[in-house]
């Protein structure tokens, strides 16, 4: 079976979640259980992920980089707003904005910045930078 509507992929979603409120509800969704809900549940989510792979536009969820996450913490933690971060890093604010979205290398100056202003681990910003 191959889901190749939308009415198809939202009825087979709509049953998909019965299906896990029921399994929830028995008790049959432990970690490494193996019954006719798991497997059920894994077939549904097939055919779902093959429709989204060739039907939906849907962009996977990406992992943020650890050195951008660190630089993040330390402005969240010290109330730092992107404009103030940039001004303290001694870049231009879309600089910095780029850089936070990856569409931007870090380069010498600013590692050195990140680790002599921000405190970051130089390990943590060779091997991310």
């Known amino acids: 079976m191959k889901l190749t509507?939308?009415?198809?992929?939202?009825?087979?979603?709509?049953?998909m979640e019965a299906v896990i409120a029921e399994?929830?509800?028995?008790?049959?969704l432990e970690p490494e259980m193996d019954n006719e809900y798991t497997r059920e549940i894994a077939r549904l989510g097939s055919l779902m992920a093959q429709y989204e792979?060739?039907?939906l536009d849907i962009t996977p969820l990406?992992?943020?980089n650890p050195l951008i996450r660190?630089?993040?913490e330390y402005?969240?933690?010290h109330n730092i707003r992107?404009?103030?971060?940039?001004k303290l890093l001694g870049i231009n604010e879309s600089v910095l904005s780029q850089v936070m979205n990856g569409k931007r290398k870090?380069?010498?100056?600013?590692?050195?910045?990140?680790?002599?202003?921000?405190?970051?681990?130089?390990?943590?910003i060779l091997d991310f930078a």
């Open 23 to 28: 399994a929830t509800a028995k008790g049959m």
């Open 75 to 77: 402005f969240f933690a």
């Open 53 to 55: 792979d060739e039907y």
């Open 5 to 15: 509507t939308r009415k198809e992929y939202d009825t087979t979603k709509q049953h």
């Open 106 to 124: 870090i380069t010498m100056a600013l590692a050195k910045q990140l680790h002599t202003q921000l405190n970051i681990d130089a390990n943590l």
């Open 62 to 64: 990406r992992v943020k």
């Open 70 to 72: 660190s630089i993040e």
């Open 82 to 86: 992107q404009k103030e971060g940039a």
